[in-house]
Protein backbone atom coordinates (compact mmCIF):
# COMPACT_ATOMS: atom_id res chain seq x y z
CA UNK A 1 0.00 0.00 0.00
CA UNK A 2 2.80 2.57 0.92
CA UNK A 3 4.63 1.53 -2.32
CA UNK A 4 1.60 2.46 -4.70
CA UNK A 5 0.79 5.57 -2.50
CA UNK A 6 4.26 6.70 -3.26
CA UNK A 7 4.24 6.11 -6.90
CA UNK A 8 0.81 8.02 -6.66
CA UNK A 9 2.29 11.07 -5.35
CA UNK A 10 5.56 10.91 -7.43
CA UNK A 11 3.38 10.70 -10.85
CA UNK A 12 1.17 13.40 -9.62
CA UNK A 13 4.06 15.57 -9.24
CA UNK A 14 5.37 14.83 -12.73
CA UNK A 15 2.20 15.91 -14.13
CA UNK A 16 2.62 19.12 -12.37
CA UNK A 17 6.03 19.62 -13.89
CA UNK A 18 5.06 18.97 -16.77
CA UNK A 19 1.80 21.36 -16.56
CA UNK A 20 4.27 24.02 -15.48
CA UNK A 21 6.75 23.06 -18.39
CA UNK A 22 3.99 23.35 -21.03
CA UNK A 23 2.89 26.93 -19.91
CA UNK A 24 -0.53 25.91 -18.84
CA UNK A 25 -0.50 27.63 -15.49
CA UNK A 26 1.63 30.27 -14.87
CA UNK A 27 5.44 29.68 -13.67
CA UNK A 28 6.82 31.10 -10.66
CA UNK A 29 4.18 29.74 -8.04
CA UNK A 30 4.37 26.44 -5.80
CA UNK A 31 2.73 23.84 -6.70
CA UNK A 32 -0.29 24.31 -4.09
CA UNK A 33 -0.72 27.69 -6.00
CA UNK A 34 -1.04 26.90 -9.82
CA UNK A 35 -3.65 29.14 -9.88
CA UNK A 36 -3.87 32.18 -7.70
CA UNK A 37 -7.38 33.38 -6.31
CA UNK A 38 -6.74 37.05 -6.81
CA UNK A 39 -6.50 36.40 -10.41
CA UNK A 40 -9.04 33.51 -10.98
CA UNK A 41 -9.12 31.63 -13.92
CA UNK A 42 -8.31 32.83 -17.51
CA UNK A 43 -11.20 34.26 -19.05
CA UNK A 44 -12.74 32.26 -22.44
CA UNK A 45 -13.03 33.55 -25.14
CA UNK A 46 -13.66 32.61 -28.89
CA UNK A 47 -11.35 32.75 -31.59
CA UNK A 48 -13.99 34.53 -33.65
CA UNK A 49 -17.28 34.94 -31.59
CA UNK A 50 -16.45 37.65 -29.12
CA UNK A 51 -19.03 40.30 -27.77
CA UNK A 52 -18.19 43.27 -29.66
CA UNK A 53 -20.68 45.55 -27.33
CA UNK A 54 -20.25 45.34 -23.63
CA UNK A 55 -21.42 47.78 -21.32
CA UNK A 56 -19.27 50.36 -19.28
CA UNK A 57 -16.95 49.31 -16.46
CA UNK A 58 -18.17 51.57 -14.47
CA UNK A 59 -21.58 49.80 -14.85
CA UNK A 60 -19.94 46.88 -12.61
CA UNK A 61 -20.23 49.01 -9.55
CA UNK A 62 -23.51 48.70 -8.76
CA UNK A 63 -24.26 46.29 -5.83
CA UNK A 64 -26.06 44.34 -8.32
CA UNK A 65 -29.83 41.71 -7.25
CA UNK A 66 -30.24 38.35 -7.34
CA UNK A 67 -32.97 36.47 -9.85
CA UNK A 68 -33.32 32.94 -9.70
CA UNK A 69 -29.95 32.50 -8.48
CA UNK A 70 -28.05 35.32 -11.17
CA UNK A 71 -26.66 38.18 -9.97
CA UNK A 72 -27.57 41.01 -12.00
CA UNK A 73 -25.73 44.27 -12.30
CA UNK A 74 -26.22 45.79 -15.84
CA UNK A 75 -28.95 45.32 -18.38
CA UNK A 76 -29.09 46.01 -21.83
CA UNK A 77 -31.70 48.45 -23.31
CA UNK A 78 -32.33 46.22 -26.82
CA UNK A 79 -35.09 44.57 -29.02
CA UNK A 80 -32.20 43.96 -31.68
CA UNK A 81 -31.47 40.40 -32.08
CA UNK A 82 -27.89 40.72 -33.30
CA UNK A 83 -27.22 42.93 -30.76
CA UNK A 84 -28.45 40.63 -27.98
CA UNK A 85 -26.51 38.08 -28.97
CA UNK A 86 -23.21 39.66 -29.22
CA UNK A 87 -23.60 41.63 -25.81
CA UNK A 88 -21.92 40.74 -22.20
CA UNK A 89 -24.95 42.81 -19.98
CA UNK A 90 -25.93 40.51 -17.63
CA UNK A 91 -29.65 40.45 -18.61
CA UNK A 92 -31.51 41.85 -21.85
CA UNK A 93 -34.58 44.79 -21.20
CA UNK A 94 -37.01 44.27 -24.58
CA UNK A 95 -39.55 47.12 -24.47
CA UNK A 96 -40.82 48.67 -27.10
CA UNK A 97 -42.93 51.51 -28.04
CA UNK A 98 -45.57 49.06 -29.69
CA UNK A 99 -48.26 46.57 -28.43
CA UNK A 100 -46.62 43.65 -27.16
CA UNK A 101 -46.67 40.35 -28.84
CA UNK A 102 -45.60 37.01 -28.03
CA UNK A 103 -43.99 36.50 -31.70
CA UNK A 104 -41.39 39.36 -30.98
CA UNK A 105 -40.52 37.96 -27.40
CA UNK A 106 -40.36 34.58 -28.28
CA UNK A 107 -37.83 35.69 -31.66
CA UNK A 108 -35.55 37.73 -28.37
CA UNK A 109 -35.95 34.13 -26.19
CA UNK A 110 -34.49 32.27 -29.05
CA UNK A 111 -30.77 34.39 -29.43
CA UNK A 112 -30.93 35.75 -26.01
CA UNK A 113 -28.15 34.24 -23.40
CA UNK A 114 -28.66 36.57 -20.83
CA UNK A 115 -32.15 36.39 -18.75
CA UNK A 116 -34.70 38.73 -20.64
CA UNK A 117 -37.15 41.14 -19.16
CA UNK A 118 -39.84 41.87 -21.83
CA UNK A 119 -42.71 44.78 -21.42
CA UNK A 120 -46.23 43.61 -21.77
CA UNK A 121 -48.21 47.25 -21.26
CA UNK A 122 -49.16 49.56 -19.25
CA UNK A 123 -50.11 52.65 -21.49
CA UNK A 124 -52.52 51.22 -24.30
CA UNK A 125 -52.07 47.85 -23.28
CA UNK A 126 -54.59 46.96 -20.00
CA UNK A 127 -56.22 44.97 -17.26
CA UNK A 128 -56.81 41.46 -18.54
CA UNK A 129 -54.86 41.79 -21.69
CA UNK A 130 -51.38 42.31 -20.08
CA UNK A 131 -52.01 39.41 -17.72
CA UNK A 132 -52.53 36.95 -20.24
CA UNK A 133 -49.65 38.73 -21.75
CA UNK A 134 -47.75 38.17 -19.06
CA UNK A 135 -48.68 34.57 -18.21
CA UNK A 136 -48.17 33.50 -22.05
CA UNK A 137 -44.15 35.52 -21.65
CA UNK A 138 -43.57 33.31 -18.38
CA UNK A 139 -44.79 30.19 -20.25
CA UNK A 140 -42.12 30.96 -23.04
CA UNK A 141 -39.37 32.02 -20.33
CA UNK A 142 -39.14 35.44 -20.18
CA UNK A 143 -37.24 36.24 -16.49
CA UNK A 144 -39.91 39.37 -15.78
CA UNK A 145 -42.42 41.52 -16.91
CA UNK A 146 -42.13 45.04 -17.48
CA UNK A 147 -44.97 47.31 -16.76
CA UNK A 148 -44.87 51.28 -18.28
CA UNK A 149 -45.92 54.47 -16.20
CA UNK A 150 -49.16 54.87 -16.57
CA UNK A 151 -49.91 51.17 -14.94
CA UNK A 152 -51.93 51.51 -11.83
CA UNK A 153 -51.34 49.99 -8.74
CA UNK A 154 -54.64 47.46 -9.21
CA UNK A 155 -52.98 46.22 -12.73
CA UNK A 156 -49.58 45.86 -11.18
CA UNK A 157 -51.66 43.41 -8.53
CA UNK A 158 -53.55 41.68 -11.28
CA UNK A 159 -50.16 40.76 -13.38
CA UNK A 160 -48.58 40.14 -9.98
CA UNK A 161 -51.21 37.16 -8.63
CA UNK A 162 -51.28 36.10 -12.41
CA UNK A 163 -47.38 35.37 -12.94
CA UNK A 164 -44.55 33.78 -10.70
CA UNK A 165 -41.56 35.69 -12.34
CA UNK A 166 -41.10 39.44 -10.67
CA UNK A 167 -43.14 42.41 -12.01
CA UNK A 168 -41.11 45.52 -12.44
CA UNK A 169 -43.01 48.55 -12.61
CA UNK A 170 -41.75 51.82 -13.95
CA UNK A 171 -41.87 55.30 -12.51
CA UNK A 172 -41.34 58.72 -12.95
CA UNK A 173 -41.37 59.63 -9.82
CA UNK A 174 -41.78 59.25 -6.55
CA UNK A 175 -45.04 59.18 -4.65
CA UNK A 176 -48.04 57.40 -3.21
CA UNK A 177 -48.89 55.29 -6.47
CA UNK A 178 -45.41 54.70 -6.78
CA UNK A 179 -45.27 53.27 -3.16
CA UNK A 180 -49.16 51.77 -3.58
CA UNK A 181 -47.24 49.81 -7.12
CA UNK A 182 -44.88 48.29 -4.81
CA UNK A 183 -47.17 47.29 -2.42
CA UNK A 184 -49.25 45.64 -4.94
CA UNK A 185 -46.58 43.57 -5.61
CA UNK A 186 -43.94 45.44 -7.65
CA UNK A 187 -40.44 43.18 -7.17
CA UNK A 188 -38.54 45.65 -9.13
CA UNK A 189 -38.60 49.24 -9.33
CA UNK A 190 -37.45 51.06 -12.90
CA UNK A 191 -36.47 54.95 -12.59
CA UNK A 192 -37.24 56.83 -15.61
CA UNK A 193 -36.90 60.02 -14.28
CA UNK A 194 -35.02 61.75 -16.76
CA UNK A 195 -32.41 64.17 -15.01
CA UNK A 196 -34.09 63.83 -11.62
CA UNK A 197 -33.71 60.33 -11.85
CA UNK A 198 -30.74 60.03 -8.81
CA UNK A 199 -33.54 61.95 -6.81
CA UNK A 200 -35.88 59.96 -7.02
CA UNK A 201 -33.52 56.92 -6.75
CA UNK A 202 -32.94 58.22 -3.35
CA UNK A 203 -36.26 59.27 -2.03
CA UNK A 204 -37.11 55.36 -3.02
CA UNK A 205 -33.92 53.75 -1.64
CA UNK A 206 -34.83 56.02 2.11
CA UNK A 207 -38.75 54.29 1.85
CA UNK A 208 -37.62 51.02 0.99
CA UNK A 209 -34.30 49.97 2.05
CA UNK A 210 -34.06 46.30 0.31
CA UNK A 211 -36.00 47.17 -2.67
CA UNK A 212 -34.02 46.41 -6.52
CA UNK A 213 -34.26 49.26 -8.22
CA UNK A 214 -32.64 49.75 -11.57
CA UNK A 215 -32.36 52.55 -13.83
CA UNK A 216 -30.51 53.96 -17.18
CA UNK A 217 -27.29 54.90 -16.48
CA UNK A 218 -27.40 58.22 -18.68
CA UNK A 219 -24.90 59.61 -20.82
CA UNK A 220 -21.71 59.74 -19.43
CA UNK A 221 -19.69 58.24 -16.34
CA UNK A 222 -20.86 61.16 -14.21
CA UNK A 223 -24.34 60.39 -14.65
CA UNK A 224 -23.62 56.96 -13.86
CA UNK A 225 -21.84 57.29 -10.94
CA UNK A 226 -24.84 59.48 -9.34
CA UNK A 227 -27.11 56.84 -10.32
CA UNK A 228 -25.35 54.26 -8.40
CA UNK A 229 -24.64 56.30 -5.39
CA UNK A 230 -27.69 57.21 -5.09
CA UNK A 231 -28.82 53.52 -4.74
CA UNK A 232 -29.66 51.97 -7.57
CA UNK A 233 -28.77 48.43 -7.78
CA UNK A 234 -28.50 47.98 -11.79
CA UNK A 235 -28.40 50.02 -14.71
CA UNK A 236 -29.78 49.83 -18.15
CA UNK A 237 -27.66 50.42 -20.73
CA UNK A 238 -28.54 51.97 -24.57
CA UNK A 239 -26.08 50.74 -26.91
CA UNK A 240 -25.28 52.27 -30.16
CA UNK A 241 -27.14 50.96 -33.15
CA UNK A 242 -26.44 48.90 -35.82
CA UNK A 243 -26.39 51.01 -38.14
CA UNK A 244 -23.49 53.18 -36.61
CA UNK A 245 -21.15 49.95 -36.02
CA UNK A 246 -21.39 49.64 -39.63
CA UNK A 247 -20.61 52.80 -40.51
CA UNK A 248 -17.47 52.91 -38.09
CA UNK A 249 -16.57 49.42 -39.64
CA UNK A 250 -16.46 50.48 -42.84
CA UNK A 251 -14.53 53.42 -42.59
CA UNK A 252 -11.75 51.40 -40.30
CA UNK A 253 -11.94 49.03 -43.77
CA UNK A 254 -11.50 51.92 -46.29
CA UNK A 255 -8.82 53.22 -44.32
CA UNK A 256 -7.04 50.43 -43.59
CA UNK A 257 -7.09 49.62 -47.71
CA UNK A 258 -6.20 53.40 -48.30
CA UNK A 259 -3.13 52.38 -45.97
CA UNK A 260 -2.30 49.55 -47.63
CA UNK A 261 -2.28 50.82 -51.50
CA UNK A 262 -0.11 53.89 -50.11
CA UNK A 263 2.32 51.06 -48.87
CA UNK A 264 2.34 49.58 -51.99
CA UNK A 265 2.53 52.43 -54.18
CA UNK A 266 -0.79 52.25 -55.60
CA UNK A 267 -2.32 55.19 -57.71
CA UNK A 268 -5.76 55.44 -56.32
CA UNK A 269 -8.28 54.57 -59.17
CA UNK A 270 -10.58 56.82 -61.06
CA UNK A 271 -14.32 55.51 -60.37
CA UNK A 272 -17.50 55.80 -60.00
CA UNK A 273 -18.46 56.72 -56.82
CA UNK A 274 -20.83 54.51 -55.45
CA UNK A 275 -23.06 55.55 -52.08
CA UNK A 276 -22.12 53.23 -49.40
CA UNK A 277 -25.97 52.29 -47.74
CA UNK A 278 -24.01 52.41 -43.90
CA UNK A 279 -23.83 55.89 -44.69
CA UNK A 280 -26.75 57.01 -45.14
CA UNK A 281 -28.31 58.93 -42.42
CA UNK A 282 -30.88 57.12 -39.75
CA UNK A 283 -34.38 59.23 -40.05
CA UNK A 284 -35.69 60.10 -36.95
CA UNK A 285 -38.59 59.31 -35.71
CA UNK A 286 -40.57 62.52 -34.66
CA UNK A 287 -42.47 62.92 -31.51
CA UNK A 288 -46.38 61.69 -32.20
CA UNK A 289 -45.49 59.33 -34.84
CA UNK A 290 -45.94 56.27 -33.27
CA UNK A 291 -49.08 56.61 -31.00
CA UNK A 292 -52.22 54.26 -30.62
CA UNK A 293 -55.28 54.32 -32.36
CA UNK A 294 -58.11 55.12 -29.62
CA UNK A 295 -60.88 52.39 -29.04
CA UNK A 296 -63.71 54.81 -30.63
CA UNK A 297 -61.62 55.60 -33.86
CA UNK A 298 -61.13 52.16 -34.23
CA UNK A 299 -64.90 51.00 -33.83
CA UNK A 300 -65.89 53.70 -36.22
CA UNK A 301 -63.58 52.51 -38.89
CA UNK A 302 -64.34 48.95 -38.52
CA UNK A 303 -66.41 47.34 -42.00
CA UNK A 304 -70.14 46.10 -41.20
CA UNK A 305 -71.57 43.21 -43.34
CA UNK A 306 -73.98 46.01 -44.56
CA UNK A 307 -71.27 48.06 -45.70
CA UNK A 308 -69.99 45.06 -47.63
CA UNK A 309 -70.44 45.25 -51.55
CA UNK A 310 -69.23 42.06 -53.09
CA UNK A 311 -67.21 42.96 -56.49
CA UNK A 312 -68.81 40.16 -58.43
CA UNK A 313 -72.72 41.08 -57.59
CA UNK A 314 -75.22 40.65 -60.33
CA UNK A 315 -71.96 38.83 -62.63
CA UNK A 316 -72.37 35.48 -61.61
CA UNK A 317 -73.30 32.56 -63.61
CA UNK A 318 -76.07 30.51 -63.39
CA UNK A 319 -75.16 27.01 -62.71
CA UNK A 320 -77.56 24.42 -63.86
CA UNK A 321 -79.02 22.29 -61.16
CA UNK A 322 -77.81 18.16 -62.00
CA UNK A 323 -80.20 15.50 -62.79
CA UNK A 324 -83.07 17.91 -63.27
CA UNK A 325 -84.50 18.63 -66.35
CA UNK A 326 -85.32 22.86 -67.47
CA UNK A 327 -89.25 22.74 -68.48
Keep these: MEDTNVENNESTEQGVTGALRSGIFEVGHATHELVPA ?7 EGRLRKAPLRVPDNYEECSGFTLFGRRIRTLLYSTDVAA ?20 I ?4 LTVAEAPLFVGVGGGTTTGRRAAELAAV ?12 SPATPEMVAQVASTVDIPVIATITRFDNEAAEKIQSGARVINVAAGRRT ?43 SVVELQRDMMVRY ?6 AAEAAGEEAPVATVVPDITDMPVADVPNGVVESVSPEVEESEQIGEEDFVS ?11 FGRKRS
Design 254 to 259: REKAET
Design 38 to 44: ADGPMPI
Design 84 to 103: IRNSNADAIFAVYPFTAQPA
Design 198 to 240: PEVIAELRAAFPALPIIATGGRDDETAAATIAAGANALIWAPP
Design 105 to 108: TQAL
Design 311 to 321: PYRGRLPILPF
Design 137 to 148: SEMQGAAGVVLN
